[in-house]
């Protein structure tokens, strides 16, 4: 129990004492586990099917409490605690550049969103972190990940704590990127160092509005009060 302390709680209960509660979850044998889901208890019990060691049933209480949870969010680089709380505090952050939103409008921006958010639930028991940027807007984290000379989207997985990164060197698509994913998750690729102890500074930025693009307006310059006489006489 002291192992999952603040994950999973453990009680006990004697079922020859409370026999309507044992008969309510179909307690037939001892001992006798079962998991319950968060919330109010309607019934509804996991029967353990593990080994009988401590470690076996902490194991099995870490897989189903991962099996249980939401997927993480797929969070735009806005600050600096975007980098701390989405890479730093994580195993591995998987950092995502996608094109410049003239170059790519809202609903090409969201199918590539959609990608990280369908691999972020099918990785969502790895304890990673996923993030994305628009081009261009956080150059030194591109720089320092070697991103944006090969065009975008562009892809590295960064491991902060052994400061190396892996790049995404196949399509970034769903298949191209599980595969990229599952060599990470045996430990295969190429690592990096990084430069710095640090990932990079990050620019404070303004998050996407989920709109296409618009190309500024330029002002209409009025020419009827400018001279352009080049001060010669006629002939």
């Not at 991103?147 to 399509?171: C, D, E, H, S, W």
């Amino acid at each position: 129990a002291s192992e999952m302390k603040g994950k999973v709680k453990f009680g006990a209960l004697d079922a020859t004492v409370h026999s309507v509660m044992a008969n309510r979850y179909g307690v037939r044998g001892y001992p006798t586990i079962k998991m319950f889901p968060a919330g109010k208890k309607d019934g509804d019990a996991m029967e353990y099917d593990g080994g009988r060691t401590s470690s076996d049933i902490v194991n099995w209480a870490t897989e189903k409490l991962a099996e249980n949870l939401p997927p993480p969010e797929v969070v735009q680089i806005v600050s600096q605690d975007t980098i701390k709380t989405n890479c730093e505090e994580k195993q591995l952050c998987v950092v995502a550049v996608l094109p410049h939103i003239l170059d790519c409008q809202s609903k090409c921006r969201n199918d590539y969103i959609q990608i990280l958010k369908d691999l972020s639930t099918k990785y969502k028991k790895q304890p990673w972190g996923w993030v994305w940027s628009e081009a261009g807007q956080q150059m030194e984290l591109e720089a320092a990940l070697g991103i944006g000379g090969f065009g975008y989207p562009a892809m590295a997985a960064v491991n902060t704590r052994k400061q190396v990164y892996v790049l995404l060197k196949g399509p970034f698509s769903e298949k191209g990127i599980n595969e990229y994913l599952r060599d990470l998750s045996y430990g295969k690729g190429a690592p990096i160092p990084l430069k710095d102890t640090k990932i990079a500074n990050i620019e404070k930025t303004e998050p996407w509005d989920g709109k296409d693009g618009e190309l500024p307006v330029e002002d209409d310059i009025d020419l009827s009060d400018i001279d352009l006489d080049d001060g010669k006489d006629e002939l």
